[in-house]
């Protein structure tokens, strides 16, 4: 059965390690509280527990979740990327974890957000995750790659070379149902098409009426909780089951529309009473 899960770094606001400590632990009660047995969060949390990665197996059995996913970001520096992203795997191997979320973190200029697909600019990104993804499945991790919108992955044409460019033996994929509209895909036939591929779930909604006037990083404005937009999300379980999904589905909520336990709570109702999950 596949396994229902929050994303909390958007409650880690501090540069104060300690307090970004506490917000993390907030984030874990909040999720736990709200009916998500299962948590993720952004790999730079290794920062607070890297001397003492106990710390953090302690506080996912103190709130009664678990962290089972981390998710790190690529440059198109292939040596620098790979040396800190198998520090985040070996953390999140350390702390229980078992997928390892990535993705580019974007072109590095002020040009536009959307742009034709690189081959240059992939095979960067292939040989970061194919490296890696062999290191993680030793650890017994798998690397999942998210395509994202303003990177270098993200429309249909980019996933495909990716894709075609990656080994999938130690290369899986995770789809974000938002991303996937925005680059104007279907993320049911999206599914489909890589299910064999499939290893995490991003899930949330997006507002596609306010995503006509929207232009450049504005249109990452037009993430809503579940429910809150137009995504067909029993469509999405509909070809989840059809590949044989039984992993995790994470909702992410980059911009909550209130605050974090509103967006939170929204899906996980959502997502009870639509889904039945």
């Known amino acids: 059965m596949m396994k229902v899960c929050y994303t909390g770094w958007t409650w880690i606001k501090s540069a104060d390690p300690e307090v970004a400590k506490e917000q993390l632990a907030q984030s874990f009660r909040?999720?736990?509280?709200?009916?998500?047995?299962?948590?993720?969060?952004?790999?730079?949390?290794?920062?607070?527990?890297?001397?003492?990665?106990?710390?953090?197996?302690q506080?996912?059995?103190?709130?009664?979740?678990?962290?089972?996913?981390?998710?790190?970001?690529?440059?198109?520096?292939?040596?620098?990327?790979?040396?800190?992203?198998?520090?985040?795997?070996?953390?999140?191997?350390?702390?229980?974890?078992k997928w390892y979320n990535c993705q580019n973190g974007g072109f590095g200029d002020d040009g536009p957000s959307e742009r034709p697909t690189n081959p240059e600019m992939i095979d960067k990104m292939c040989a970061i995750v194919?490296?890696?993804?062999?290191?993680?499945?030793?650890?017994?991790?798998?690397v999942c790659f998210h395509p994202h919108y303003g990177t270098c992955v993200f429309s249909q044409s980019d996933i495909d070379y990716f894709a075609a460019h990656t080994n999938?033996?130690?290369?899986?994929?995770?789809?974000?149902?938002?991303?996937?509209?925005?680059?104007?895909?279907?993320?049911?036939?999206?599914?489909?098409?890589?299910?064999?591929?499939?290893?995490?779930?991003?899930?949330?909604?997006?507002d596609t009426y306010a995503l006509k006037s929207a232009?450049?990083?504005?249109?990452?404005?037009?993430?809503?909780?579940?429910?809150?937009?137009?995504?067909?999300?029993?469509?999405?379980?509909?070809?989840?089951?059809?590949?044989?999904?039984d992993g995790v589905l994470c909702v992410e909520l980059d911009r909550p529309e209130v605050c974090n336990f509103h967006s939170a709570e929204v899906s996980r109702i959502y997502i009870r009473d639509v889904l039945g999950l």
Do not use: W
């Open 168 to 206: 999938p033996e130690v290369v899986s994929l995770c789809i974000d149902t938002a991303h996937t509209t925005l680059a104007g895909m279907d993320p049911a036939a999206l599914i489909r098409q890589y299910g064999d591929r499939l290893g995490f779930m991003h899930l949330k909604d997006v």
């Open 59 to 97: 506080l996912q059995k103190d709130c009664g979740v678990e962290l089972v996913n981390l998710y790190g970001h690529f440059t198109f520096d292939v040596e620098e990327s790979l040396r800190i992203a198998k520090a985040q795997v070996d953390f999140l191997a350390a702390v229980g974890g």
């Open 215 to 245: 232009v450049g990083p504005a249109k990452m404005g037009t993430f809503r909780a579940l429910g809150h937009g137009t995504v067909d999300f029993p469509a999405v379980k509909a070809a989840l089951e059809e590949v044989g999904y």
């Open 30 to 57: 909040e999720c736990k509280f709200l009916g998500y047995d299962y948590v993720e969060n952004f790999a730079f949390i290794r920062d607070y527990y890297k001397d003492n990665p106990e710390e953090l197996v």
């Open 130 to 142: 194919n490296e890696l993804g062999a290191y993680a499945k030793e650890r017994g991790v798998t």
